[in-house]
């Protein structure tokens, strides 16, 4: 089984990535067990030039592999309703077009407190309600 990971990337610290990404990891093992393929969708060596468009086509590529797709969100609340940031939110519109399985979870970072203390909730099948 292939899952792919949509989470926020700008404002995150490389170490932040994946410390949420490991955390994730851990919970799609708990729930689905060891016999999963995590698609590596964080890009690296990207272009010098390139622009957000082209790091969103070449995620949509990898999500086009995935049976699952995990969208990590911040718990930051808009307006009383939670947020995806702009990439994720359209991974998520193909993902839910094209009938991949959208698995949400929230994730929080004290701007107080060090990249170590990322918190991850539990992975559910219930999309949120996002401000759109």
Do not use: H
């Amino acid at each position: 089984m292939k899952i792919f990971i949509s989470q926020p990337m700008k404002g995150y610290s490389n170490f932040e990535i994946e410390i949420i990404r490991g955390k994730i990891k851990v919970a799609l093992k708990e729930k689905y067990g060891n016999d999963i393929e995590i698609i590596d969708s964080f890009i690296k060596g990207a272009p010098a030039n390139a622009k957000p468009l082209w790091y969103l086509g070449e995620s949509i590529k990898k999500l086009s592999e995935a049976d699952i797709a995990v969208f990590a969100y911040n718990t930051l609340v808009i307006g009383g309703k939670f947020a995806l940031v702009r990439g994720c939110g359209i991974e998520e519109k193909c993902a839910r077009e094209y009938n991949t399985l959208c698995l949400y979870v929230a994730f929080n970072k004290s701007a107080y407190k060090s990249a170590v203390d990322i918190n991850v909730g539990d992975l559910t099948t219930k999309r949120p309600d996002f401000a759109e």
